[in-house]
C-alpha cells in the first residue's frame, strides 16, 4: 500500500532523513549540557532537565497551537515548514553557548517538532484504509524509528571524534535539508 500511495511514500522516506536529528538529541542532549554548561552555575544535569522540560514544554503548547490552527494549513508545507526550522533551531542550539538562549531555542524545537509530527499522523490517518492502518503505521513507524535508532549510535561515535556541538549542528542541517528539499517534491509539497 504504501507503495503505490505517493504522498505517503515520500512523507515516510523523508521522516526518515529528517527525524534523525531526534536521535541525535535523544542520544547527546545530555552529553551537550554537560560539555557546555558542566562549569557554570547549575549541575549539568539540572542543564539537561531544563532543556528537556523547554522542549517539552514546546511540544505541549505547539500540539494545543496547531489542534487549534492547523486545519487552516496544507499538511504537506507544514511538514517542510516543521522539519526546516527544526533542523535550523537545532544547529543554533548546538552553536549557542547562552543556556536562556538555549531554553528559548528547545522551547522552539519541541513546537516545530508538532508542526511536522501532527499532520504526518493526519494524513496516514485521511490516507490508509482503516484495515490496513495499523499495519501501515507500524512499517512506517520501524522505518522512522530505526533510523532514529541509528543516528543515536552513530551521533555518540561521531561526538567522541569531532565533538557533540558539532555533531548536534550538523545533523540540525540535514534535516533543515529535507525540510528544504520537500519544496521540490510535489508528493510532498501537495500533500
Same mark, same amino acid.
Given at each position: 500500500?504504501?507503495?503505490?500511495?505517493?504522498?505517503?511514500?515520500?512523507?515516510? /522516506?523523508?521522516?526518515?532523513?529528517?527525524?534523525?536529528?531526534?536521535?541525535?538529541?535523544?542520544?547527546?542532549?545530555?552529553?551537550?549540557?554537560?560539555?557546555? !554548561?558542566? #562549569?557554570?552555575?547549575?549541575?549539568?544535569?539540572?542543564?539537561? #532537565?531544563?532543556?528537556?522540560?523547554?522542549?517539552?514544554?514546546?511540544?505541549?503548547?505547539?500540539? !494545543?497551537? @496547531?489542534?487549534?490552527? #492547523?486545519?487552516?494549513?496544507?499538511?504537506?508545507?507544514?511538514?517542510?515548514?516543521?522539519?526546516?526550522?527544526?533542523?535550523?533551531?537545532?544547529?543554533?542550539?548546538?552553536?549557542?553557548?547562552? /543556556?536562556?538562549?538555549?531554553?528559548?531555542?528547545?522551547?522552539?524545537?519541541?513546537?516545530?517538532?508538532?508542526?511536522?509530527?501532527?499532520?504526518?499522523?493526519?494524513?496516514?490517518?485521511?490516507?490508509?484504509?482503516?484495515?490496513?492502518?495499523?499495519?501501515?503505521?507500524?512499517?512506517?513507524?520501524?522505518?522512522?524509528?530505526?533510523?532514529?535508532?541509528?543516528? *543515536?549510535?552513530?551521533? #555518540?561515535?561521531?561526538?567522541?571524534?569531532?565533538?557533540?556541538?558539532?555533531? *548536534?549542528?550538523?545533523?540540525?542541517?540535514?534535516?533543515?535539508?529535507?525540510?528544504?528539499?520537500?519544496?521540490?517534491?510535489?508528493? @510532498?509539497?501537495?500533500?
Amino acid at each position: 500500500f504504501l507503495r503505490n500511495e505517493p504522498f505517503l511514500l515520500a512523507n515516510t /522516506l523523508q521522516a526518515v532523513v529528517a527525524q534523525v536529528t531526534i536521535g541525535v538529541l535523544i542520544g547527546q542532549t545530555a552529553v551537550f549540557a554537560e560539555r557546555v !554548561f558542566g #562549569g557554570e552555575g547549575f549541575d549539568w544535569r539540572t542543564v539537561y #532537565g531544563f532543556i528537556e522540560g523547554s522542549q517539552g514544554a514546546g511540544n505541549l503548547i505547539g500540539g !494545543f497551537v @496547531i489542534g487549534l490552527v #492547523g486545519a487552516r494549513f496544507a499538511k504537506g508545507r507544514m511538514i517542510i515548514v516543521g522539519y526546516t526550522v527544526l533542523g535550523l533551531l537545532t544547529t543554533l542550539m548546538a552553536l549557542s553557548g547562552n /543556556l536562556p538562549a538555549v531554553l528559548a531555542i528547545a522551547f522552539g524545537i519541541g513546537v516545530a517538532n508538532m508542526v511536522f509530527i501532527i499532520p504526518s499522523q493526519t494524513l496516514f490517518q485521511e490516507r490508509t484504509p482503516g484495515n490496513l492502518l495499523g499495519r501501515v503505521v507500524s512499517f512506517r513507524f520501524s522505518l522512522v524509528f530505526g533510523a532514529m535508532t541509528l543516528s *543515536i549510535g552513530l551521533g #555518540g561515535v561521531l561526538a567522541e571524534v569531532v565533538g557533540v556541538t558539532t555533531v *548536534i549542528a550538523a545533523f540540525g542541517l540535514v534535516t533543515a535539508a529535507a525540510g528544504i528539499a520537500g519544496w521540490f517534491v510535489p508528493a @510532498i509539497r501537495e500533500a
